[in-house]
């Protein structure tokens, strides 16, 4: 079946601009999480959506990230006023469970590889 | 989550078994283990995990120590396919979602 997808796959953006960026969980999973991968290092957890709601935005960097996902399906990660330490690669992961148990696997999508320039 | 510690590389003659160890003394009782694997510009991708009991499936076989403190993903017979950054994570069971990655061992397969 289908996995994960995010798009763009990547991104260039000149410094200040805003970037959003989306994400395709697997049909049907309830919990999405986004992660930042910076280069060599692996990935953090940025924040964590239950359906629609968010209920961890512990990993977020600053107030100009954003995470959205109204209709507890596609989730849209946005980044205002880009800075040069913003780039990375942003990767989404979804489960397919509430429960929260550790035998939930997280399935991730290929990443978005953002560059600001 | 209780921490890691991974050595950073290794290198495994293709067709033959490889074995990445990982400590993590730590680990408490409702802890898992976790395995994943990142392939150069892909995803993480899951691999296998386990509790206390070794664990096995297609891609790889895991061995936890009776104590818990240190455990060892198998990869039967290498191929170049399986050369990846591999992270062991542990995870607590039930209010703690996020996988916590470290910095893995990057393996490589050597023809």
């Known amino acids: 079946g289908a996995g994960v997808s995010q798009s763009p796959r990547y991104k260039v953006a000149k410094r200040g601009q805003d970037v959003a960026l989306r994400c395709d969980p697997i049909?049907?999973?309830?919990?999405l999480f986004w992660y930042q991968q910076a280069l060599g290092q692996g990935p953090e957890f940025l924040t964590y959506?239950?359906?629609?709601?968010?209920?961890?935005k512990s990993g977020l960097p600053s107030d100009r990230f954003f995470a959205e996902r109204p209709e507890g399906s596609v989730s849209t990660l946005k980044i205002q006023r880009t800075q040069q330490e913003d780039s990375a690669v942003y990767l989404c992961?979804?489960?397919?469970?509430?429960?929260?148990?550790?035998?939930?696997?997280?399935?991730f999508g290929p990443g978005t590889r953002l560059l600001v320039l | 989550d209780a921490k890691t510690t991974q050595p950073p590389s290794m290198d495994c003659a293709e067709g033959r078994a490889a074995n990445l160890p990982c400590n993590h003394s730590?680990?408490?009782?409702?802890?898992?283990v976790y395995w994943y694997r990142q392939i150069h510009s892909q995803g993480p991708q899951y691999i296998i995990h386990?509790?206390?009991n070794n664990e096995t499936n297609e891609m790889a076989s895991l061995i936890i120590t009776e104590d818990r403190k240190s455990s060892t993903l198998i990869l039967p017979h290498a191929t170049l396919r399986d050369t990846a950054v591999y992270y062991c994570?542990?995870?607590?069971?039930?209010?703690?979602?996020?996988?916590?990655f470290g910095t893995g061992t990057r393996l490589t397969i050597i023809p």
């Open positions: 730590t680990i408490s009782g409702n802890e898992y």
């Open positions: 386990g509790l206390k």
């Open positions: 992961a979804s489960s397919l469970g509430t429960s929260g148990r550790a035998e939930e696997t997280q399935y």
């Open positions: 959506f239950q359906n629609e709601a968010q209920l961890d």
């Open positions: 049909s049907g999973h309830v919990s």
């Open positions: 994570i542990v995870r607590a069971d039930f209010g703690n979602e996020k996988l916590t």
